[in-house]
């Protein structure tokens, strides 16, 4: 089955920027549509940025417009999140996860993933 592993996160300075990277195995991630979730501490998974199968289309939380990107390698079977100008409200452990459906609204996409990551911690300091 599809596998999914992160890596990238770390402890950073309020305003620095960190590149989170996804690595899938098994199966091409050209059928996927991919996403990255975050989870903060006592709280549900929040949808952070989604990308269609062929990087024609992406979908932002508004909390991370303008400052997270999501991009994708099909040929290294790689998803990656840069994340610049970090505030502590960033702070979460962060997911990728597959899905066979791209949605343009960020409230259709937790329910429709099919794999999921284990995470990888961010943590911004003030």
């Known amino acids: 089955q599809l596998q999914l592993v992160e890596s990238g996160g770390g402890l950073v300075q309020a305003g620095d920027s960190l590149r989170l990277s996804c690595v899938v195995s098994?199966?091409?991630?050209?059928?996927?549509?991919m996403a990255w979730f975050r989870q903060d501490p006592g709280k549900e998974h929040e949808f952070v940025a989604g990308?269609?199968?062929?990087?024609?289309?992406?979908t932002y939380a508004d909390s991370v417009k303008g400052r997270f990107t999501i991009s994708r390698d099909n040929a290294k079977n790689t998803v990656y999140l840069q994340m610049n100008s970090l505030t502590p409200e960033d702070t979460a452990v962060y997911f990728c996860?597959?899905?066979?459906?791209?949605?343009?609204?960020?409230?259709?996409?937790?329910?429709?993933?099919?794999?999921w990551g284990h995470g990888t911690q961010v943590t911004v300091s003030s």
């Open positions: 990308i269609d199968w062929r990087s024609s289309s992406t």
């Open positions: 996860a597959s899905s066979r459906n791209y949605y343009n609204s960020r409230n259709s996409w937790k329910n429709g993933m099919d794999n």
């Open positions: 098994r199966f091409r991630i050209r059928d996927y549509a």
